[in-house]
């Protein structure tokens, strides 16, 4: 491995354009160089509003990619021979969610091209985090062996501030609903639940307006919450429905239980409709969300009637319905689509290899009526 293979991660930012120029000029150093282009697809929030059965668009990155090769054979010159120029388009299969999700991907694409050295556009913004959470940099820095570097270009990159402004319209909405889940708490509408309202939903509304909303709500916002007073009483109803079989269940003489880890790799795109799954799967007794990897969940299941339910699919029929509308409810469950899994429990892996290792414990069980589809797709 040595030092003149670069991988560079880039986006359409004012200063790319002397990134590929600096990253030219050190990959062909006095010998043949290799420059690995990658854009990272960060996600967008109007993601949560196409249809989710829509491939993410790949013309206007794939154009961009091309248009950064052209460049890196401008500045390489000469030596154009020399060099060694590929692209790639990282995250299209995985919502990543944090700086450290993102440098898990730059890291892996990194390693299997072999690649120690990345260097960064001073001006690169992999779009995911929050202002609260570590860098970019910081989290590439953590993998030993890897060098990172910033690219010299003129112009410096204009850091976050840690408390972004916001719109009217994110202040306000959030102010509505806060002033109106006061009162609902409040029960009356006295003049004193007014007025400590207003000032609730204005501190709240002021202090977190930028955290909730990423953009502006919108019409298609208001119909997302109005399906969502729809999904409450059908969430009310599987908490009730898996109460009543946990409680059979404990009260059985035998405590017939069969607790296992599973694997599931929901349709459901974004943040918000991850997390809305995965806090409904949790809040169902008997089934308890441990992991929330892109669009996969390690979902933890005490009983088979649970693991059963959960491979059917209806609360993330319920989710994709809320934020997607009627027309996503028709995707096929997790079980149709092959993309569950059920992982062996650690006694069940040292009774198979004598290991126990987490590969063991990550290997299909292949269990037949009670169990779960043991052809699951991959989760990654």
């Known amino acids: 491995m040595s030092d003149d293979r670069l991988l560079v991660p880039v986006a359409d930012t004012p200063t790319v354009r002397q990134t590929v120029e600096s990253a ?72 990543l969610f944090s700086p450290e999700d993102v440098a898990e991907v730059l890291i892996e694409d990194g ?85 400590t309202g207003a000032v609730s939903a204005t501190i709240v509304a002021v202090g977190l307006a930028r955290v909730t909303f990423h953009t502006d709500p919108t019409f298609a916002s208001l119909g997302r919450t109005l399906r969502l007073v729809v999904y409450l009483p059908y969430l009310l109803y599987e908490i009730l429905k898996a109460n009543v079989q946990v409680a059979a269940v404990i009260l059985h003489p035998r405590l017939p239980i069969d607790p296992r880890l599973t694997r599931v790799r ?68 997790p079980r149709e689509r092959n993309d569950t899994r059920v992982l062996q429990p650690p006694d069940e892996a040292e009774t198979t290899d004598g290991n126990d290792s987490e590969g063991d414990v990550a290997k299909l069980n292949e269990t037949g009526g009670d169990g779960a589809n043991s052809n699951g797709g991959d989760s990654r």
Do not use: C
């Not at 249809?51 to 401008?74: G, H, I, S």
């Open 24 to 95: 030219v000029k050190t990959a062909l150093g006095d010998s043949e160089g290799y420059v690995r282009f990658v854009y990272v697809h960060s996600p967008d929030s109007s993601r949560e509003e196409e249809d989710p059965t829509v491939d993410p668009p790949v013309k206007e990155t794939t154009e961009f990619l091309n248009r950064v090769v052209v460049w890196a054979r401008d500045d390489a010159g000469d030596r154009e021979g020399d060099l060694t120029v590929e692209t790639a388009r990282l995250g299209f299969d995985d919502y």
């Open 111 to 195: 390693t299997a091209h072999d690649v120690d050295r990345v260097v960064l556009d001073p001006e690169y913004d992999p779009g995911v985090g929050a202002p609260f959470l570590r860098p970019l940099e910081y989290e590439l820095a953590k993998f030993p062996g890897l060098d990172v570097e910033e690219a010299p270009v003129q112009a410096r990159a204009r850091r976050t501030p840690l408390l972004a402004g916001s719109t009217p319209i994110q202040a306000g909405a959030l102010f509505f609903v806060s002033f109106a889940f006061y009162q609902v708490l409040a029960g009356t509408l006295e003049l004193f639940d007014v007025v």
């Open 266 to 333: 929901a349709a459901v795109w974004g943040g918000l409709p991850v997390t809305t799954l995965a806090n409904s799967i949790t809040l169902t007794p008997g089934t308890l969300s441990v992991r929330v990897d892109g669009r996969t969940l390690t979902v933890h299941t005490l009983v088979p009637a649970a693991r059963e339910g959960l491979f059917d699919g209806g609360l993330e029929r319920g989710v994709r319905f809320v934020f997607y509308g009627r027309d996503a409810m028709q995707i096929a469950s």
